[in-house]
């Protein structure tokens, strides 16, 4: 069974310009989580889905910040204009809703953003 | 404030040594606690992960983890440690109550093994 797929895995970008990261969780999963991972630190949660609904996304700076998941499967987070401070790796989780405590998260590779 | 910490950001060991990675947790009530593994390049992996029961849990890779009340903390543990070990390892909690949805990480710890 296929991952958690995230493209690209790399990315540099110039400051102020716009980038966008794509994840297709795992066949069958409801939930779907974007993560901030700063160099040296754990991951931040930005914003959860459950299918196309965005439950949590009050992590989510949203003068810059967008995501979007149509249709309850993929989806797609966007950064627009990107800040030197943006560079980190941003990580896609998703996990089967409706198993209550035991709604394990598998993680994708995640992308790795550097502005300049 | 709801936090976990990890006081160890390095540690080298040698293989074939046992291992211990430390992880306290700030919160009245048991949460749900977690042990993530991430290689180069690679996600977050679960270990393991204790919600009630038995205090120590097993994981897969050979590891477990004791979940201590009055010490607050959940510290990850291996007998012998081999040289595909060495990654970086995450503590995490879920406070909400609920399951994974709301996991607060640590900041992790290095574990670099010497052959």
């Known amino acids: 069974e296929a991952g958690v797929v995230q493209s690209p895995r790399y990315k540099i970008i110039e400051k102020k310009q716009p980038v966008a990261f794509w994840c297709n969780p795992i066949?069958?999963?409801?939930?779907l989580y974007w993560y901030l991972q700063n160099l040296g630190q754990g991951p931040e949660l930005l914003i959860r889905?459950?299918?196309?609904?965005?439950?949590?996304d009050s992590q989510l700076p949203k003068d810059r910040f967008s995501a979007e998941r149509l249709k309850g499967v993929d989806s797609t987070l966007k950064i627009q204009p990107a800040e030197l401070g943006d560079s980190a790796v941003y990580l896609c989780?998703?996990?089967?809703?409706?198993?209550?405590?035991?709604?394990?998260?598998?993680f994708g590779p995640g992308t790795r953003l550097t502005v300049l | 404030a709801q936090s976990v910490t990890q006081p160890d950001i390095h540690i080298t060991v040698s293989e074939g040594a046992s291992l211990e990675l430390r992880c306290n947790y700030s919160?009245?009530?048991?949460?749900?606690l977690f042990w993530y593994v991430q290689s180069p390049g690679q996600g977050l992996q679960l270990l393991l992960k204790?919600?009630?029961?038995?205090?120590l849990v097993q994981g897969i890779k050979g590891f477990e983890a004791e979940f201590k009340r009055s010490q607050s903390s959940f510290n990850l543990r291996k007998p012998s440690v081999h040289w595909s070990d060495a990654a970086e390892y995450f503590c995490?909690?879920?406070?909400?109550?609920?399951?994974?949805?709301?996991?607060?990480f640590g900041k992790g710890t290095k574990l670099s093994v010497i052959p």
């Open positions: 066949s069958g999963h409801n939930t």
């Open positions: 995490a909690v879920d406070y909400s109550g609920a399951g994974s949805y709301q996991l607060t």
């Open positions: 919160y009245g009530a048991t949460p749900y």
């Open positions: 204790y919600f009630s029961g038995d205090t």
């Open positions: 889905y459950e299918n196309e609904e965005a439950v949590d």
């Open positions: 989780a998703s996990s089967l809703a409706g198993q209550g405590a035991f709604d394990e998260q598998f």
